[in-house]
T-cell receptor
Framework: EADIYQTPRYLVIGTGKKITLECSQTMGHDKMYWYQQDPGMELHLIHYSYGVNSTEKGDLSSESTVSRIRTEHFPLTLESARPSHTSQYLC???????????FGDGTRLSIL | DAKTTQPNSMESNEEEPVHLPCNHSTISGTDYIHWYRQLPSQGPEYVIHGLTSNVNNRMASLAIAEDRKSSTLILHRATLRDAAVYYCILIFSQGGSEKLVFGKGTKLTVNP
């Protein structure tokens, strides 16, 4: 069973706040990913990382930023949250690009 | 960009086989075909993946067309727990950057 954890599961917060969504995995995977998913819609890749100190932007433009200081940790930050950031954010990890990705249960973010 | 096309929804009866199709007519030679499923309020779960040959595991079988322009996920005996949204995804590298392309997914309903 995959060990990848996201916190918080749910977050309701006001406009203008700084938010950090946490993602941690205990499998030693080099590759990590952040996806954004609106209700009933497909997943869109917004950030990924090949390993420590590596971060790349995905297909969907996002105002969020990520960092990868440790292998197991890949946090996503919004400096100033807006209602347009309301969505579900899913984190995943894998050993290699072509290997299965293990997903967390996601963070449902609502910006008022 | 290569992308996948899936039916929006399918319905099956419990204990019967289910064939979920996916078209990927612009697939390139190094693209892997992955299938994931997603239950409500959960992150996606890996089901199976392949490159050219048909693949079997404990969850499902993957049949890949000879020209690789389409594939079919086969659930041999559907159960109520198989009701989910099934995503067909291509994983490939293009121009040095990684791109992951999710289809819109097929919502599978399993009738008791």
């Amino acid at each position: 069973e995959a060990d990848i954890y996201q916190t918080p599961r749910y977050l309701v917060i006001g406009t203008g706040k700084k938010i950090t969504l946490e993602c941690s995995q205990t499998m030693g995977h080099d590759k990590m990913y952040w996806y954004q998913q609106d209700p009933g819609m497909e997943l869109h890749l917004i950030h990924y990382s090949y390993g420590v100190n590596s971060t790349e932007k995905g297909d969907l433009s996002s105002e969020s930023t990520v960092s990868r200081i440790r292998t197991e940790h890949f946090p996503l930050t919004l400096e100033s949250a807006r209602p347009s950031h309301t969505s579900q954010y899913l984190c995943a990890s894998s050993t290699h690009s072509n290997q299965p990705q293990h997903f967390g249960d996601g963070t449902r973010l609502s910006i008022l | 960009d290569a992308k996948t096309t899936q039916p929006n929804s399918m319905e099956s009866n419990e204990e019967e086989p289910v064939h979920l199709p996916c078209n990927h007519s612009t697939i390139s030679g190094t693209d892997y075909i992955h299938w994931y499923r997603q239950l409500p309020s959960q992150g996606p779960e890996y089901v199976i993946h392949g490159l050219t040959s048909n693949v079997n595991n404990r969850m499902a079988s993957l049949a890949i067309a000879e020209d690789r322009k389409s594939s079919t996920l086969i659930l041999h005996r559907a159960t109520l727990r198989d009701a989910a949204v099934y995503y067909c995804i291509l994983i490939f590298s293009q121009g040095g950057s990684e791109k992951l392309v999710f289809g819109k997914g097929t919502k599978l309903t399993v009738n008791p």
